[in-house]
């Protein structure tokens, strides 16, 4: 059974930091490409990074470049999302998705509320 599992998310104040995780079973994760996407309340849901496999190139939306890092350890079969300089903006639900060349698979998602 494919499952996604993110963890992490919380309630911080802006300037904080929060680190994603999300945990993957029944599928080959170490051949899948690996995204964090979010969807804040009234709005669709947007690509923030993205991380290749095996080569590891990483590219990120323009609106977190220089504060959010995606990594993976696929000995964990875990990738991550490193959040810095959290702004307001970045409120949203945070889902990992694995993209392989015939499926995808969704996380259910973790919130973040960046809030002063």
């Known amino acids: 059974q494919v499952q996604l599992v993110e963890s992490g998310g919380g309630l911080v104040q802006p300037g904080e930091s929060l680190r994603l995780s999300c945990a993957a079973s029944?599928?080959?994760?170490?051949?899948?490409?690996m995204y964090w996407y979010r969807q804040a309340p009234g709005k669709e849901r947007e690509l923030v990074a993205e991380?290749?496999?095996?080569?590891?190139?990483?590219n990120y939306a323009d609106s977190v470049k220089g504060r959010f890092t995606i990594s993976r350890d696929n000995a964990k079969n875990t990738v991550y999302l490193q959040m810095n300089s959290l702004k307001p903006e970045d409120t949203a639900v945070y889902f990992c998705?694995?993209?392989?060349?015939?499926?995808?698979?969704w996380g259910q998602g973790t919130q973040v509320t960046v809030t002063s």
């Open positions: 991380i290749t496999s095996p080569s590891g190139t990483t």
């Open positions: 998705k694995a993209e392989g060349q015939r499926y995808g698979y």
């Open positions: 029944g599928f080959t994760f170490s051949v899948y490409a």
